[in-house]
């Protein structure tokens, strides 16, 4: 199907991906793929950044398990919660385990986060049981949809087959983080700050309760959770890539009263010794000067994680990827 594009409606667009899942290898069934299946996945990248993907090939039950396994956890008392604080030292690219947004963030949340279990950096709770299985599992499927999603985007993006399988082939940056998201008080509401992903893919698994929004045209748009769906974002890395043609969308959390939110997010990534600037494709070979000076990724993955840890106490001193715009 192709993407549905209903702004007045303030929906996101909807991508089929049944068409890329042919039977065989990604690349093939990417091959084979309708040229309208395709646009769909061009057009939503390009006009909004954001889009909901449907038969994408990750169990239901085991995205509604995770989310009810993540839940349990984070309803532990903080002591327990405790149990998996990040060890002091780990090589990890960022802290795995537990953790709560300093108290003077804007930001209001607190999360768990997991790297490829092979690389040996995750830290888990006993309780609950299951949560590492299924955490691990769901981590699994979502590495091989991201897998397949970039190369869904080669195509998009108009490269040389399998140029961003061999560009970003290393997922030992990839990372899922589980959070939950306390009830808006009368004062304030805020989830997560508006701001864009740093990354090269997002995909977002939430419960019932809402509070995702994406900006669209000067408008904030509800993300409105539908079961069994799947919100993927393309960030900054694909947006500097293409040379602005595609959009890291701006997006935010906003809580509601009464309620805790919880959500699953998977970051795709690059490594972080890869060096990130606009593609020929996209500058001098379409006659085109480039908008951003290359740049180091982990540079980059630091300067935001600064963000978190010391937020600046002007909003124009935050770091976006304009700070590398020429």
Known sequence: ??????????????????????TGDDEGGVARASASATGAVREACRDYGFFRAVNHGV??????????????????????????RPVEGSEAPLPAGYARQPAHSADKNEYLLAFDPQLGFNLYPDEPSGFREALEELYGKLTELGVLIQEILNKCMGLPPGFLKEYNGDRSFDFIAALRYSPATAEENNGVSEH???NCITFVLQDGVGGLEVLKDGAWVPVDPVEGSIIVNIGDVIQVLTNGKMKSATHRVVRKPA?????????????GDRWVE?????????????????????????????????????????????????
């Open 259 to 271: 309620v805790h939110r919880h959500s699953l997010v998977f970051f795709f990534n690059v490594h």
């Open 278 to 326: 606009p593609l020929p494709e996209y500058t001098e070979k379409i006659g085109e000067a480039p908008r951003y000076r290359r740049f180091l990724y982990s540079e980059y993955q630091q300067l935001r994680m600064r963000n978190k840890t010391h937020p600046p106490s002007r909003p124009e001193d935050v770091v976006h990827i304009t700070h590398y715009a020429i």
């Open 196 to 198: 864009e992903d740093g």
């Open 59 to 84: 169990p239901a039950e085991l995205m509604a398990r995770a989310l009810e396994l993540s839940a349990a956890f984070f309803a532990l008392p903080d002591e327990e919660k405790a149990k998996a």
């Open 1 to 22: 199907m192709a993407a549905t594009n209903n702004v007045g409606a303030g929906a996101l667009p909807v991508v089929d991906l049944a068409p890329f899942l042919a």
